[in-house]
């Protein structure tokens, strides 16, 4: 249930799901003609048959704010959301549906079609229709999404057959020289990491030039500057996750014009 599943977070790819959703609902009950429809004219089904359309898609609007907050909150999207978000989908459809038949198709009828029978025969069978719609629409604009997320990802390159990282600029907070290596100091969702990495820094320095050289030991991505002090007449650098880096005369004057101070 921890294993990460494809999303996208775009608020417009989900307002076009919505919106597929809406019309394979009207198609599916236009055509298949469960609920009675096949007693209403054809005025009525114009009337009737697309708030059922308008319905779900209302349904799946309302649990945008949810699944951007589960996605928010851990800074990524695992399996148990997916599933979470398509169980709350499911059971509020079948609460509004069922209520909407109740009032608006059969005004509350005696003989109206009875919870089980409603559930079995109607509800249950038009959400194994939509769910491969909502399933292949979900599931690709995710791909999609992590397409573009690794088309604009950097790699930090280990010397020789040594192993490198790759990752989104905006997750790179700052690198240190160790010796001959680079310790890289960066983001998974919202936990700190720290990787080890054979290589120079200069080389690092040189190859990203959006990254700002501090110190002969030190390189930070101004993405993640929010203050700056003195201590003991040393310039300092804070950055996110409480990571602090020094500033040495040479590079003073370039990182206060980088970094507007």
């Keep these: 249930m921890t294993v990460k599943y494809p999303f996208d977070p775009s608020i417009k ?6 919106l597929g959703l809406a019309i394979w609902v009207f198609v599916f009950l236009y055509f298949t003609e469960p609920l009675d429809v096949n007693e209403f004219n054809a005025t009525e089904k114009l009337i009737y ?6 319905l779900t898609a209302i349904i ?9 907050w589960l996605y928010h909150k851990s800074g990524q999207w695992r399996l148990r959301d997916e ?7 499911i059971g509020i459809a079948v609460v509004v549906m069922r209520f909407y038949y109740l009032q608006f198709i059969v005004h509350w009828h005696p003989n109206a079609y009875s919870l089980w029978f409603h559930f079995r025969a109607i509800l249950a069978p038009a ?5 491969p719609v909502l399933l292949i629409g979900r599931f690709g604009f995710g ?3 992590e397409k573009q997320f690794e088309d604009q990802k950097i790699e930090i390159k280990g010397e020789g057959h040594y192993e490198g990282l790759r990752l989104q600029q905006q997750d790179l907070i700052s ?8 310790e890289v100091f960066y983001l998974d969702g919202h936990v700190l990491k720290k ?12 190859t990203f030039p959006d990254l700002l050289r501090t110190h002969r030991g030190y390189v930070i991505n101004p993405y993640h500057f929010q203050s700056w002090k003195t201590e003991k007449g040393k310039p300092i650098i804070h950055l996110s996750h409480q990571i602090e880096v020094p500033i040495s005369k040479t590079y003073l004057e370039q990182s206060k014009l980088v970094l507007g101070l």
Excluded: E
Excluded at 60 to 68: A, D, K, N, S
Excluded at 127 to 131: A, E, R, V
Excluded at 175 to 182: P, V
Excluded at 195 to 206: E, G, W
């Design 13 to 18: 790819h989900h307002l076009l799901i919505a």
């Design 175 to 182: 690198i240190q020289s160790s010796d001959n290596y680079i």
């Design 49 to 54: 048959l697309p708030l059922y359309g308008i």
């Design 60 to 68: 799946y609007i309302m649990l945008l704010p949810v699944q951007q």
């Design 143 to 145: 791909k999609y999404k």
């Design 195 to 206: 990787t080890l990495i054979r290589n120079k820094l200069s080389v690092v320095a040189d």
């Design 127 to 131: 959400m194994l229709t939509i769910l």
């Design 83 to 89: 599933l979470l978000v398509l169980i709350l989908f």
